[in-house]
């Protein structure tokens, strides 16, 4: 069997578009042309199924595709009164327990050209409005005990903390994220930055979007193109 070629995936994706209404497409389209892989979002053991799931929530809000998530201690979920179906839209890159996978996402991410940054309040290079973004930006963020890893803050290509005037020692996690992604949203929408998804990324993401809603496009799919592996 042969994954299907990326003519092949719009040929399918052309096909399963008539069975969608035209204000559905439409939002598609819109919310597809915001969307941005820029920056992405570093789950490093999280053990609060709410609070992955509002980070969740805020990265499909603020047009973000990717979600890295690392598990180590604790399996990843989604506490759907959250996340709000949010989950369904986004892509979602598990890395599954075992020892090193915060240093195999991190290999990953950098071979995808990312800089590493650990979101951290207790060392740091920089403030969050020092942050640069020229680069593509991974944000790592470590769980709600112990916060990240040593090799995740040893490992990263700075260490970054947001400023705060309290008593308290940290933001809460979601908090935290939503914070940063924010501020850097608004950042990168307002530079000249090419921060858009490529036409082969449109077209993959749209096809899953799609295939979310569309009862028959697993026999559809399997009809048009028996010998594909899906």
């Not at 970054?160 to 950042?187: D, T, W």
């Not at 990168?188 to 496009?217: C, F, G, H, P, Y």
Request: hydrophobic share 40%.
């Amino acid at each position: 069997m042969v994954s299907l070629t990326i003519e092949q995936k719009r040929i399918l994706l052309e096909r399963l578009l008539e069975f969608v209404n035209d204000r559905k497409k439409q939002l598609f389209y819109e919310v597809l042309a915001n969307r941005t892989r820029h920056i992405t979002v570093v789950l490093e053991d999280i053990y609060q199924s709410q609070n992955s799931s509002a980070v969740i929530r805020s990265a499909d809000s603020f047009g973000l595709q990717d979600i890295h998530v690392l598990e180590q201690e604790n399996e990843f979920s989604i506490f759907r009164d959250i996340a709000l179906g949010s989950g369904k839209w986004l892509t979602i890159k598990k890395y599954p327990r075992q020892p090193d996978n915060t240093r195999l996402a991190y290999e990953a991410l950098r071979t995808q050209g990312y800089q590493i940054i650990a979101t951290t309040p207790h060392q740091s290079d920089l403030v969050l409005e020092e942050l640069n973004i020229e680069k593509k930006t991974a944000l790592v963020l470590g769980n709600e005990l112990h916060g990240l890893s040593d090799y995740a803050i040893n490992e990263a290509d700075f260490r970054m903390r947001i400023p705060m005037f309290g008593f308290a020692e940290s933001f809460n996690i979601s908090v935290s994220a939503s914070i940063c992604m924010h501020y850097l949203n608004q950042k990168l929408r307002n530079s000249n930055l090419d921060w858009s998804l490529s036409e082969v990324e449109k077209t993959e993401i749209m096809l899953s979007w799609i295939q979310n809603i569309v009862k028959s496009a697993n026999q559809i799919k399997k009809m048009m193109f028996p010998d594909a592996k899906w």
